[in-house]
């Protein structure tokens, strides 16, 4: 019988999967019972309908009783283990497209260990940062095995790739992958297989699964689709289904209304945490939206049942209070993203690289100074919302020797929140730290107050990030644990060349903090591997500029964390209430400055000192990991600064990118 190239081609690429890997999954038909004879619509099981179903050989059945138990029902086990939670797939789908849809495995689930394992993480780490599901249903369908529960695979699928991200290596090396990375590409193509053939008809939970999604971007395998992409098309469906409206102004039930409203912040959140560190256009708009902001109510606060709770056990399951400060950091991390996408605004406007190139996206964000008034503004919306961060949202573990149940999500959640404070920071002061024709003392004051700024920020993100990795937290960071790093990575680096030789030191032992960080999450998200190379790159390309470079290239990406059984006893016992900088007054708008046309001119602009009167601002979250780390916030020392253009990295090669454009 003949057959296409194309399918010849898929057929190929669906025997590259390794066999152990194979042997762990269920296959999954949700067109017909497993079992000939079985009422429609109770079993949604495996199975090929062209196969007659037949029930296991008698004969069989009777060697497995003898062997194993009397009591033993074969029958009853496979059904037990059977994922019978499933809805089914259109109908309209071909054939030949279930059948390449099985052949490249995107029908196929993790065995029962392996699923329940992604999904206590996906639990654990995931949900909290981003709650698009209605936890409590989904959790029940799949821990009761419910034949009624009408889980849509898409969305079941792109649960476990999420779960991917945190679940122990053995897990999924027991399950035939080699590395986390070969894990998460693998799982990530069933998902979007399942995605590009319209197998869910549902905008809601296809919205759930894009936004999911975006916890991958993998430019060398898909370099025609990044998160950013993802985005677009998740504010497209959002604004179908009329998403961006006040959920109260329809007839819905209660927990659709919560889940709309909580869909909607996720999506903006994630859009505005996106553009910030992929230097990328807003895409969702304010000003379409009449949702109001998030709140406790629309959170669904309650216990789960006993049965979930023992198949997927971790704190949130089962504490309610738990699930409060939870809910309490997300909506203010949600309150922060509106401070984020009121800087990129202001601060930014989009740029054509390398334009006329169609096999990517060429457009990104570049600084521009904004008018002072607009800068003030928004330096008093970020200060406000530091000063109004409630207690629930600001949490430090009594103890750094010994977390109790779940502390280590609650200290993870306030690390981030507060990491991501620092960044928005950076970035609303990186466009004033530019050299301007302007050399008046006012303008150059001014420089070197936007500058101090940006080097409490990266002082305030290394001390966290040394923090966590002493807790052995770093490698849950979220994807815009990336985010929040690399500006920090780069005024360390920048730092080295200062002319003050104890600055120096400082400055390469904290990017070293940052880089590892950095590698140890490439495997994780590709993100972090481009970022390094970047950095990486940006930092060969000035070989022979200065020794200092040579030293800040011997970083051991090997260094161990510090064990759990070495912390030291935390003094953190609470934390006062933290007061936002005061404003620093602009009484002249100064002229924009032009950007170098290359990363090699920036590398070696020199730019006037940061004056010695500045005064450090005073610690904005005392007692945040002091007992892991002497940090302190670089003060009163004289800087030559190296400029290191941050939006050149992109247009910068690695050596596996030249060798494919020769």
Known sequence: MSSTPGLKRKLAESRQEPTAKRHHLHGYDPQSPWLHGSPTGIWRTRGNPDVQHAMPLSNMVSAVQDLIDPDFDPLTAMLDDEPRFLKPLPARIAPEDLEFLRFRG????????????LLRCYIQWVHSFMPVLNLQEFLRCVAENDPEGNVSILLFQAVMFVGTAFVDLKHLQDAGYSTRKSARNAFFTRLRLLYSLDCEEDRIEILQTL????????????????????????????????????????????????????????????????????????QVNDGTSSVPMLKLDDFDFEPFSPYVVSKFYCRQLQDVSHQKRL??????????????????????????????????????????????????????????????????????????????????????????????????????????????????????????AARAKMNDAAAGITHIIQGLNHLNLTRFLPQSGVTVILPAAVAHLTNTMSDDPAVRETSVDNFHRCIRVLHCLKD????????????????????GASSTFFQVMEYNLDAPATSLAT??????????????????????????????????????????????????????????????????????????????????????????????TQ
């Open 106 to 117: 995107a029908l196929s689930l993790p065995e029962s260990g392996l699923r329940d394992e």
């Open 211 to 282: 936004l999911l999604m975006t916890y991958w971007s993998d430019s060398e395998n898909s370099p025609q689709r990044d998160i950013w992409d993802w985005i677009g098309v998740c504010n497209t469906q959002a604004q179908s289904i009329g998403l961006n409206k006040d959920p109260a102004s329809g007839e819905i039930d209660i927990k659709t209304r919560r889940l709309r409203s909580r869909l909607w912040w996720c999506l903006y959140s994630r859009d505005r945490l996106i553009a910030m560190g992929m230097r990328r256009p807003l």
């Open 567 to 660: 912390r030291k006893p935390s003094n953190a016992n609470s934390i006062s209430q933290a007061q936002p900088h005061p404003p620093v007054s602009v009484t002249e708008t100064p002229r924009p400055q032009a950007r170098a046309s290359s990363t090699q001119e920036n590398m070696h602009q020199r730019t006037p000192s940061v004056a010695s009167t500045h005064e450090p601002a005073p610690p904005l979250f005392p007692n945040d990991f002091d007992q892991y780390m002497d940090l302190g916030i670089i003060d009163n020392n004289p800087f030559n600064f190296l400029s290191i253009d941050i939006d050149s990295f992109p247009d910068i090669q690695t050596p596996s990118q030249s060798n494919k």
């Open 524 to 543: 994780i998200y590709p993100a972090a591997g481009e970022e390094f190379a970047n950095i990486e790159a940006a930092i060969k390309m000035q070989a």
């Open 327 to 448: 809910a309490t950091m997300f909506i203010e991390k949600v309150k922060l993203c509106q401070c984020i996408g009121r800087v990129l605004f202001a601060q930014y406007t989009p740029s054509q690289r390398q334009f006329g190139a169609t096999d990517r996206t060429t457009v990104t964000l570049i600084p521009r100074q904004a008018s002072d008034s607009e800068f003030a503004r928004c330096g008093q919306k970020l200060d406000s919302w530091l000063s109004a961060l409630p207690k629930d949202a600001q949490f430090i573990p009594k103890s750094g020797n010994n977390f109790h149940d779940g502390e280590d999500v609650l200290l993870l959640h306030g690390a981030m929140l507060r990491m991501l404070y620092h960044a928005t920071s950076s970035a609303l002061h990186r466009p004033w730290t530019s050299a301007s024709k302007d050399q008046s003392k006012l303008r150059t004051d001014w420089r070197n």
